[in-house]
Every structure is written in C-alpha cells, then in structure tokens.
C-alpha cells in the first residue's frame, strides 16, 4: 500500500529566517511543490505533518489545507467493505 506523506514547508515573509515563520504549505515528502502548487524553496524549513496540531489554522496555507482534505478519505478510510445489510421486508 502506497501512504502519500506530507510535510509542512514554511514561506517566510520578507524578513529572513529567525523572524516570525508566515505561512506553512503542505508538501509530499521530498518534494518541492506545495498542494497549492507553490514551489517551495529546499531550505525552508521542514516540519512533519504530525505537527499539523500545534499549528494554528491561520498558519496553514488554506488551499492547502483544502486540497488536503480532499485528500485525506481516500487515504484514511481504503474501501469500507461493509456487507450490504438486509433490511428486513
Ligand atoms: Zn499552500
């Protein structure tokens, strides 16, 4: 089974990197391109996505968080193979 990972890039605003970190983009574990379709730079900062929890939602970029979801069903729940249930008649 294939697990798609992610990681979290962050975007700097214009100041550099030991000022406030602007946004975190989801990327696919060593890749550049966030979902949002933002080429990353290499060195930005990585983070796991299990830290997905301790960043504040304003943080995450929204048409990542998006597309995430989007995501997310197929990847979570594989094909629920519940029997069809008789119902009685
Ligand atoms: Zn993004």
Known sequence: MIAVIF????EYGFASVDTEIHLW???????TV?????TMTVDS???SSADLRDI???RLCPACRQRYCELLPNMTHPAPAAPAA???A
């Open 7 to 10: 990681e979290l890039k962050a």
């Open 86 to 88: 008789h119902s009685g």
């Open 25 to 31: 983009h989801l990327v696919r574990e060593g890749g």
């Open 56 to 58: 504040f939602p304003e």
């Open 34 to 38: 966030a979902l949002c379709d933002r």
């Open 45 to 47: 900062r990585t983070r």
